[in-house]
Nanobody, 124 residues
Framework: QVFLKESGGGLVQAGGSLNLSCTASGQVDSRNPMNWFRQPPGKEREHVATIRALSDDTVYADSMKGRFTISRGNAKNTIILAMSNLTPEDTATYYC?????????????????WGKGTLVIVSA
């Protein structure tokens, strides 16, 4: 079992920045990619970003490119999502997720482990 815990959400004004953190614990396989998803109010969960293990290559949803950056934190099994130039459309609950595979997937249905999420509200 892998446990994921997100932190860093909150209220921010449009145009602002926010950093989210996710820490994995339990039976973590550090070779598996780690992912961020988000779910806006009343909408489906969508992929945000993925960071591959070992190579640290990254994959972004098109709408996040250039504004969001996923990286590894200093602590073991921690990833960071740095978000900038936020708009009200970025308001969502942001989730950390991981699948039991070495391969990258951007589909929420393929994730095996989820955090409880952290809420980001961007005011106009």
């Amino acid at each position: 079992q892998v446990f994921l815990k997100e932190s860093g959400g909150g209220l921010v004004q449009a145009g602002g920045s926010l950093n989210l953190s996710c820490t994995a614990s339990g039976q973590v396989d550090s070779r598996n990619p780690m992912n961020w998803f988000r779910q806006p109010p009343g909408k489906e969960r969508e992929h945000v970003a993925t960071i591959r293990a070992l190579s640290d290559d990254t994959v972004y949803a098109d709408s996040m490119k250039g504004r969001f950056t996923i990286s590894r934190g200093n602590a073991k099994n921690t990833i960071i999502l740095a978000m900038s130039n936020l708009t009200p459309e970025d308001t969502a609950t942001y989730y950390c997720a991981q699948a039991n595979t070495y391969f990258v997937s951007t589909r929420a249905a393929t994730m095996d482990y989820w955090g409880k999420g952290t809420l980001v509200i961007v005011s106009a």
